[in-house]
């Protein structure tokens, strides 16, 4: 029997390590810091307490105290373990308990020295019980009723251990139990229970690692979960946004075609007056090529006059080469892009285009800037062109049933830090206070024939490049336009 009390405690000392190694690198492959240090230190302290069990016999009695304190002191590492599922363990908490542990060493070295087995066991038992009720107290606050069935059969195993141990101390009334004098020559049922006790407290062990593997397993379900629900929601939203870049890319070739339509529509009111503008080099270029053609016929020509008339056929082709170039800007559909320009030398262009309708009208346009350019500005010409129009038109057009004389239109430049500002001003009959709020709202027009597109489509392309168009007050005029570009240097 003694062989055997030997090799029982190796033999459980080897499982016991065995189930952690076996169980630990599952756990560790995960999360490096998921395994509790209770757990490791539950087996070591088992582990030793059976290593010192197994040499007593070879070596000295008194080794039953370390082993004795071990073993408590594994039981005791057991319950903090169950603690430290439900919450975090108080470091004082671990300072009490090894305080007492120390107590419980020094107690059963004393009752070793001058008590009897019988008081031995029975002061170890309550101490196992102690904690074993405490075990029992933990598990039932994780969740038995409604925790997994690992943790139901950890408790399982606690209380059937409880209950042996608690059989075992009772049975030390028994006549035979009080003629022993230590754990190797004990009778044989005490004996049994007390190897069923260690049994039982390998399965204990075996099943707290399977509790680790499958609250591993639990937590990659989880993550797998939470993967699958992001990449739900993230292909979600990248339809959603391929769905409202779609819905972008709709708006900006409608905002295109408005400012197509929009600048076809403004040239409609410029067309008369252009066509008439146009006819006139065209007519001059006529009549110079006539005379120069009589000239010509004349046996003794004038080479000096045939110059001039040349001279006055080319300067008239400039001129409508320059009016049908104006036009080719203005009709045409290239509306990406930017390029650097001088801004009074473009308002001045547009002049030529706007000037034979203002001069039908009998209004004096001026255009003003001050002297501290160039105002060198990113635009897209095209587009530009059709804010300026639109603007010069509108106040053209509110000229309208006015009175013919004094109608002035100005366009004034200047320059402001790293801003430029431009101004277009009229003398006309003004907007209605009343609609000022709501001049540059989308289908909002106080024309008869209007869209209410204009200022719309303005607005849009001035804040396009970074600016801001808004209605102003000017002291003088009844209609201030005024525009606020980023200077380019």
């Given at each position: ?9 190796l ?28 757990w ?8 030793l ?36 599922w ?6 004082g ?166 400012i ?59 001129r ?12 045409s ?17 547009l ?21 501290s ?117």
């Amino acid at each position: 029997m003694q062989q055997a009390e030997q090799i029982l405690p190796l033999l459980f000392a080897f499982m016991s390590i065995g189930s952690l190694l076996s169980f630990s690198p599952l756990v560790l492959e995960q999360e490096k810091s998921f395994l509790s240090i209770d757990w490791i230190l539950t087996i070591a302290l088992y582990s030793l307490s059976c290593f010192i069990f197994a040499i007593v016999p070879s070596t000295h009695v008194v080794l039953l105290t370390p082993a004795n304190f071990c073993i408590v002191g594994s039981y005791v590492s057991c319950a903090l373990l169950f603690r430290s599922w439900r919450k975090p363990i108080e470091p004082g908490l671990r300072i009490l308990l090894w305080s007492l542990l120390v107590v419980v060493g020094i107690i059963f070295e004393t009752i070793r020295e001058h008590g009897t087995f019988s008081d031995r066991v029975i002061f170890v038992m309550a101490v196992f019980s102690l904690t074993m009720t405490w075990q029992l107290y933990e598990l039932a606050r994780l969740g038995y009723v409604r925790g997994p069935a690992v943790l139901k059969l950890i408790f399982f195993f606690v209380l059937l251990g409880l209950i042996l141990n608690i059989t075992r101390a009772v049975s030390t009334f028994n006549t035979e139990f009080i003629r022993s004098s230590s754990i190797f020559n004990e009778e044989i049922f005490s004996r049994a229970i007390r190897w069923g006790t260690q049994a039982i407290l390998m399965l204990t062990f075996f099943l707290i690692g399977t509790f680790y593997v499958q609250r591993q397993v639990y937590l990659r379900r989880q993550l797998v979960s939470s993967l699958s629900i992001k990449d739900t929601a993230l292909s979600i939203e990248v339809a959603e946004k391929s769905q409202i870049q779609q819905l972008l890319n709709e708006r900006e070739t409608l905002i295109r075609s408005l400012i197509l339509a929009k600048k076809t529509s403004e040239m409609g009111a410029l067309s008369a007056a252009l066509a008439h503008e146009l006819n006139q080099p065209l007519g001059a270029m006529q009549l110079n090529a006539e005379c120069l053609q009589l000239e010509l016929i004349n046996a003794n020509p004038n080479i000096p006059l045939g110059q001039e008339l040349v001279g006055r056929i080319l300067s008239d082709n400039a001129r409508a080469s320059h009016i049908i170039v104006a036009l080719k800007q203005i009709f045409s559909n290239t509306l990406s892009g930017t390029q650097r320009i001088d801004l009074a030398t473009f308002i001045e262009t547009l002049e030529e285009l706007v000037l034979p309708l203002a001069k039908q009208e009998g209004i004096t346009l001026e255009i003003l800037h001050d002297l501290s350019g160039p105002f060198h500005v990113d635009i897209n010409t095209p587009e530009f062109q059709q804010v300026i129009l639109n603007l010069l038109n509108n106040s053209i057009q509110a000229f309208s049933g006015t009175a013919p004389d004094a109608r002035r239109i100005q366009i004034e430049l200047s320059k402001k830090n790293d801003r430029i500002y431009l101004a277009i001003l009229d003398n006309g009959p003004g907007i209605d206070p009343s609609l000022q709020a709501n001049i540059f709202n989308l289908l909002s027009t106080n024309k008869f024939a209007g869209m209410g597109l204009g200022l719309w489509l303005s607005q849009h392309i001035v804040e396009r490049h970074q600016g801001r168009l808004w209605l102003g007050e000017r002291p003088g005029w009844s209609t201030a336009f005024m525009i606020e570009l980023p200077f380019s240097g």
